[in-house]
């Protein structure tokens, strides 16, 4: 069974810039989450999409955007890059249904840098 | 919202000792707890996590406990090995129907000394 597959695995792009990152779950998973992990900050839960819908969102500014299809591939969308926005980017999929089979499994991340 | 605060920092430990991380979370909600480790420039892995209606989980060298009264988890790992080493991340979460969100603690770096 294949793993949380996320691309590109690394990204260079300039302030203002805006960036597209990719994710494809585990095969049977609905639920797709997006974490920024920095030095300073840790794993910040940045949104869950289930369904293709919105099911959860963190703090995080209105620049930071998702979206899932149907096959329940997910998109991040960061726009008007700031130096700040530097992070390795993971992303981590699960069943997303009932209370049980509530396991997380991670992608390998996309680390970028904004410079 | 949920806030997770994990202890300590780092952790060095002589190979074959036991190794203890603590952490704590602030919403009497929360109901899963997951460990995750994760070795230099590589993704996070889950090795065990527990439920609101478990007190302890093992598994092998690996043991978690959960106290819901006072918010407190741990992980305990024993006969510690050089491979043991990484970092390792608690999370605490609500898993109704409506919310898959983790909040993780800050990390605990482990250093396992040969």
């Known amino acids: 069974k294949a793993g949380v597959t996320q691309t590109p695995r690394y990204l260079i792009k300039t302030r203002g810039q805006q960036v597209t990152l990719s994710c494809s779950p585990i095969?049977?998973?609905?639920?797709v989450s997006w974490y920024q992990q920095t030095p300073g900050q840790g794993l910040q839960f940045l949104f869950e999409?289930?369904?293709?819908?919105?099911?959860n969102k963190g703090n995080f500014p209105g620049r930071f955007s998702g979206r899932q299809f149907s096959n329940s591939r997910s998109e991040m969308n960061v726009s008007t890059l700031e130096l700040g926005d530097s992070a390795l980017y993971l992303c981590?999929?699960?069943?997303?249904?009932?209370?049980?089979?509530?396991?997380?499994?991670f992608g390998q991340g996309t680390r970028l840098t904004v410079v | 919202g949920e806030n997770v605060e994990q202890h300590p920092s780092t952790l060095s430990v002589q190979e074959g000792d036991s190794a203890v991380i603590k952490c704590t979370y602030s919403?009497?909600?929360?109901?899963?707890f997951p460990w995750y480790k994760q070795e230099l420039g590589k993704r996070p892995q889950l090795i065990i996590d527990?439920?609101?209606?478990?007190g302890e989980k093992k598994d092998q060298r690996i043991a978690v406990t959960l106290n819901k009264t006072a918010k407190h988890f741990s992980l305990h790992i024993t006969e510690t090995q050089p491979e043991d080493s990484a970092v390792y991340f608690c999370?605490?979460?609500?898993?109704?129907?409506?919310?898959?969100?983790?909040?993780f603690g800050s990390g605990t770096r482990l250093q396992v000394q040969p």
């Open positions: 981590a999929s699960s069943l997303g249904t009932g209370t049980g089979h509530t396991e997380a499994f």
């Open positions: 095969s049977g998973h609905r639920s």
């Open positions: 999409y289930f369904s293709e819908t919105q099911r």
């Open positions: 919403d009497s909600a929360s109901n899963y």
């Open positions: 527990i439920r609101s209606n478990v």
């Open positions: 999370a605490a979460s609500l898993t109704d129907t409506g919310r898959r969100a983790l909040t």
